[in-house]
């Protein structure tokens, strides 16, 4: 049974057979209602558009998106330039 777990590296438990380091990431802020749709879908949408893989983890209150360290400044960017609040 493969099983995927999201931790800080040095959280990684002993027991792993692969692992992928080298992700950052930043939430939506504030609790997302359930009648609020296409969010996540907007924000992955203009990330995909410059060849920003994702890696997305949603809760029940907010989404937080992971990208590859290498590209969380061009990420931030491109939200910033589309409009949308980067704190």
Known sequence: ?????VCKTE??????TEREDGWKG???EGVLDFSLVGILAKLS???A???????AVSTFNTD?????????D??????????????
Do not use: W
Not at 64 to 72: G, M, Q, R, S, T
Not at 74 to 87: H, I, K, P, R, T
């Open 1 to 5: 049974m493969i099983r995927t777990l």
């Open 11 to 16: 959280d990684t438990p002993a027991c792993t």
């Open 26 to 28: 930043f939430y939506i």
């Open 45 to 47: 949408g203009l990330l």
């Open 49 to 55: 558009e410059h060849k920003i893989g994702i890696f």
């Open 64 to 72: 937080y998106i992971l990208v590859k360290a290498e590209n969380f």
């Open 74 to 87: 061009q990420a931030l960017a491109v939200l910033s330039d589309a409009g949308y609040e980067v704190v």
